[in-house]
């Protein structure tokens, strides 16, 4: 049971450049998450789904975009990287919203942004 | 924005201690979850404390809310080197079938000396 898959582990960009990461989950959950991880910050919000076809913004959606492919698969898009965007990305899912499940995290992905 | 502040920040003790860690919080939660974190993973859930439970119990682990003060606690019993990580609480708030996010504290890093 692999939980929540996040590809890649590591990624160094140039400003400007984009990318996508990618999130899978095998667990059948209907909600998925993307955070950020800075220090002294802590997690925050980027975007979430909280059904299959549905997105919605979170804390800190500006320079993101977000796809929910199907149940099982969330990306998140960087058109134009800026240096402000280096930082721990991590995926995360639950069962449902609205209901007391705790989540699953990913491993994250380390981007630096040069 | 953050509503868990957790207390201490830094903690550090020796391996067979117990360890406390506590949470508080500002609005009316539905439930509160605990978080650990080891150095470069993702975070991995712990235990979840409905609102109208006093107390919980894990393993080593024992948590304890008190919704009138706000706060909770985090009981970690004889204590292990492989306890060393960062310990979250995440508060979901709002109305029954609309917590749409959890909310994140900064975090008490833990350091359990051989």
């Known amino acids: 049971n692999a939980g929540v898959t996040q590809t890649p582990k590591f990624q160094v960009l140039k400003t400007g450049q984009s990318m996508t990461l990618q999130c899978a989950q095998d667990m059948n959950h209907n909600s998925m998450y993307w955070y950020r991880q800075d220090p002294g910050m802590g997690l925050r919000l980027i975007y979430y789904s909280a059904s299959e076809g549905t997105t919605d913004k979170g804390e800190v959606p500006n320079g993101y975009n977000v796809s929910r492919l199907n149940k099982r698969e969330f990306s998140l898009r960087l058109e134009s990287a800026a240096p402000s965007q280096t930082s721990v990305y991590f995926c995360?899912?639950?069962?449902?919203?609205?209901?007391?499940?705790?989540?699953?995290f990913g491993s994250g992905t380390r981007l630096t942004v040069v | 924005s953050q509503q868990g502040e957790e207390d201490p920040q830094a903690l550090s003790i020796q391996e067979g201690e117990n360890a406390t860690m506590n949470c508080s919080y500002k609005?009316?939660?539905?439930?509160l979850q605990w978080y650990r974190q080891n150095s470069g993973r993702g975070l991995v859930h712990l235990i979840l404390?409905?609102?109208n439970e006093r107390e919980k119990h894990s393993g080593r682990l024992r948590v304890t809310l008190d919704t009138s003060k706000k706060s909770s606690s985090l009981l970690i019993t004889a204590s292990r080197a492989a306890d060393t990580a960062s310990y979250f609480c995440?508060?979901?708030?709002?109305?029954?079938?609309?917590?749409?996010?959890?909310?994140w504290g900064l975090g008490t890093s833990l350091g359990v000396n051989p």
């Open positions: 609005t009316s939660i539905n439930n």
């Open positions: 404390i409905r609102s």
């Open positions: 995360a899912s639950t069962r449902r919203e609205g209901g007391a499940y705790g989540y699953t």
């Open positions: 995440a508060t979901a708030a709002g109305f029954a079938g609309n917590n749409r996010k959890l909310i």
